[in-house]
């Protein structure tokens, strides 16, 4: 079956450390994954998706296949980086995008 | 409208009533989506509709929950017999077409409180 898994719900580190939200998959087929982004009070939104191969905000993710992993790095965070990320996955040709719990980045000044 | 419009933002309810909530989609997309957001549970999928076919129900809890599609526009996602673990952010989204999430856009939700 198909698994997300975020181990951290909270993550908080300082203004300009890096940062890594974790995030495994379970699953046997090819994956498509997500990391989405809910800021305080606004809506979930699509802040990247693993085909792009695209840095977002500073942010990027690699899939590890071979570790079945794609967690989202970011070399320098900002205090506007605090907000709910889920990461998620959606199988080719499916609908169903499967959440993980989430994780909370908190970035302290 | 410019974005997926979730009605009511909030909803407080005893427990054992029936609730309804809407959601109005992007005008002209196909899919619809509904998901339940609960605290340290992520969103949960809970049904799915595109087009003109048959929804795929497989993600609701219960048969107390069920959902319609009007005109291939507007859903609403009815809960009966309201339970306190019904409780959570129903969220609501829709894309262009099935399966291609970087054209998914959610609604601001409906937080769902049963007391």
């Known amino acids: 079956a198909q698994r997300v898994t975020q181990p951290e719900k909270l993550l908080s580190v300082f203004k300009g450390a890096p940062v890594e939200l974790k995030c495994n998959y379970s699953?046997?087929?090819?994956?498509?994954l997500f990391w989405y982004v809910q800021y305080s009070r606004q809506r979930l939104q699509l802040l990247l998706r693993?085909?792009s191969r695209e840095s977002i905000k500073g942010f990027t993710a690699d899939l590890n296949k071979g570790e079945t992993s794609f967690h989202l790095k970011k070399p320098f965070a900002q205090e506007e980086d605090s907000a709910m990320y889920y990461c998620?996955?959606?199988?080719?040709?499916?609908?169903?995008?499967?959440f993980g719990s989430g994780t909370r980045l908190l970035v302290r000044p | 409208g410019a974005g997926v419009s979730q009605s009511p933002s909030n909803k407080v309810t005893e427990k054992g009533k029936d609730v309804e909530l809407r959601c109005d989609p992007i005008?002209?997309?196909?899919?619809l989506y509904w998901y339940r957001q609960s605290l340290g549970q992520g969103l949960e999928f809970l049904i799915y509709?595109?087009?003109?076919?048959?929804?795929?129900k497989s993600g609701l809890p219960s048969d107390r929950f069920s959902a319609e599609r009007t005109g291939g526009s507007v859903s609403t996602l009815t809960i009966q017999r309201t339970q306190q673990e019904d409780s959570a952010v129903y969220l609501c989204?829709?894309?262009?077409?099935?399966?291609?999430?970087?054209?998914?856009?959610f609604g601001q939700g409906t937080r769902l409180t049963v007391v």
């Open positions: 699953y046997s087929g090819s994956p498509e």
């Open positions: 693993h085909i």
């Open positions: 005008s002209g997309h196909t899919a």
């Open positions: 509709f595109q087009g003109n076919s048959a929804p795929d």
């Open positions: 989204a829709s894309s262009s077409r099935g399966g291609s999430f970087t054209e998914a856009f």
């Open positions: 998620a996955l959606n199988q080719f040709g499916s609908y169903k995008l499967i």
